[in-house]
């Protein structure tokens, strides 16, 4: 996201293209940034900021107590580093599709400092493809889980080609699922049931209720499959305290599209950079 100072308030002036923010189809330009893990951005100092560098503004944060008024949050965010980010935002539509009445001198305002400015509507089309399913407020893509097979010691992409074959060999039957690839971690859950699937490397750290998550440190590599560009894999681990070394499985799944298997592998790519302060 770009983000720009005014008269106090952090206001999101853009959504960059192939972004976090822009999959996650939850911000637009328009709407204030209020609070970053419940520390308020409000009374900000003025200046501009952009992307997920640093909001270079003061603010007040009761995640720090020590904080003195002129603390900068970017300061705040390198505290934050590597924890999923949650933001509080004032939407500038209002129910009836107006604009929210108390946002008007703002967006006057914002409209003066960067006349090239433009409200946004809605998120960017996604293309062709099955309509993503909301759940707890997230969309969540719905795919086919075609199977997993054992890559052995090394979870490298060059095993994911042979992986795909195995399984597709294999001729099970797909199950549907709901895929949801979140900050820190990807979630596959059965369509119907709800079940979470797969199984966690660190079984002692897992809630009873996500034994199938898979933290992104977990997930030593994703790509699609070159004859079949709806099909993508990725390896997780399976056995980090195996006494003969760590091994890898390969999970392979189906999408609706080619756009939205590349945006699925872009996603979790991002979600490696997001997570790298893990390993």
């Known amino acids: ?39 308020c951005l409000r009374s900000a100092s003025p200046g501009q900021v952009g992307g997920d560098s640093g909001l270079g ?7 720090l107590p020590s904080a003195a008024s002129s603390l900068q949050a970017g300061a705040v965010l390198r505290r934050l580093k590597g924890e999923p980010l ?39 089309p996604r293309g062709e493809g099955q309509p993503r399913q909301l ?10 889980f075609l199977g997993q097979t054992s890559a052995g010691t090394y979870g490298g992409k060059e095993v994911l080609e042979g992986a795909i074959t195995v399984v597709l060999e294999r001729s099970l039957a797909a199950r549907e699922v709901l895929f949801d690839v979140k900050e820190a971690e990807v979630l596959v859950q059965e369509k119907a049931s709800s079940k979470l699937l ?12 996500l034994l199938c998550h898979h933290p992104y440190p977990s997930i030593s590599c994703v790509g699609r499959c070159t004859w079949s560009p709806r099909i993508f894999a990725f390896c997780v681990l399976s ?17 609706s599209s080619e756009q939205e298997c ?18």
């Open 1 to 39: 996201m770009v983000l720009r100072y005014v008269d106090g308030r952090v206001f999101v002036t853009k959504v960059l293209p192939e972004s976090q923010a822009e999959v996650d189809e939850v911000a637009l330009a328009g709407d204030i940034l209020d609070e970053i893990n419940g520390c």
């Open 57 to 63: 503004c003061p603010l007040c944060c009761p995640l």
């Open 86 to 124: 949650t933001f509080r935002l004032l939407r500038w539509r209002w129910h009836d599709g107006t604009v929210f009445e108390p946002l008007l001198p703002y967006l006057k305002a914002l409209k003066e400092k960067e006349p090239q400015f433009q409200l946004q509507r809605s998120p960017r």
């Open 135 to 144: 759940q707890g407020g997230r969309l969540l893509y719905n795919l086919q």
């Open 198 to 209: 797969c199984h966690h490397p660190y079984p002692s750290l897992c809630p009873a209720q």
């Open 239 to 255: 056995s980090p305290e195996s006494p003969d070394g760590s091994t890898f499985d390969c999970l392979v799944f189906a999408s």
């Open 262 to 279: 590349e945006e699925i592998i872009g996603r979790i790519a991002a979600g490696f950079k997001h997570t790298e302060w893990f390993v």
